[in-house]
């Protein structure tokens, strides 16, 4: 069965909404990963293709699937998934870091959108 991840943005953050220097290697490879997931999302609005690859280790070697990722309309967390080993997640709290794109003209226009099923 896939994993699934629930990611609050603002854990990777410090006061500063910066990625703090003294973060591990690791929890910075993902915020580094859930945030462009966030960019993608809050610049390209309801189209799911992200430019991230899967980063989920199963073996020795990096899944490299495609990333796709929407919004959970009830919500509005961003909720993504891998075309190729079915990992998925949802993301909070990404409003307002600095991977966030978007405006409030821009989630009134992703509101009037049909949802997203991934
Ligand atoms: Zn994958």
Same mark, same amino acid.
């Given at each position: 069965?896939?994993?699934?991840?629930?990611?609050?943005?603002?854990?990777?953050?410090?006061?500063?909404?910066?990625?703090?220097?003294?973060?591990?290697?690791?929890?910075?490879?993902?915020?580094?990963?859930?945030?462009?997931?966030?960019?993608?999302?809050?610049?390209? @609005?309801?189209?799911?293709?992200?430019?991230? /690859?899967? *980063?989920?280790?199963? %073996?020795?070697?990096?899944?490299?699937?495609?990333? =796709?990722?929407?919004?959970?309309?009830?919500?509005?967390?961003?909720?993504?998934?891998?075309?190729?080993?079915?990992?998925? @997640?949802?993301?909070?709290?990404?409003?307002? /870091?600095? *991977?966030?794109?978007? %405006?409030?003209?821009?989630?009134?226009?992703?509101? =009037?959108?049909?949802?997203?099923?991934?």
């Amino acid at each position: 069965m896939a994993a699934s991840y629930i990611t609050d943005l603002t854990h990777f953050l410090d006061e500063r909404g910066a990625i703090p220097a003294d973060l591990p290697i690791q929890a910075r490879q993902l915020a580094e990963n859930i945030g462009e997931i966030v960019a993608s999302v809050t610049v390209q @609005g309801p189209n799911p293709k992200t430019t991230v /690859t899967c *980063w989920i280790n199963k %073996s020795k070697n990096p899944c490299a699937g495609k990333i =796709e990722a929407g919004f959970n309309l009830d919500s509005l967390d961003i909720i993504w998934h891998c075309q190729k080993c079915d990992t998925h @997640g949802t993301i909070t709290n990404w409003e307002n /870091t600095f *991977w966030d794109c978007g %405006s409030d003209d821009f989630l009134d226009a992703v509101l =009037e959108q049909p949802f997203l099923e991934l």
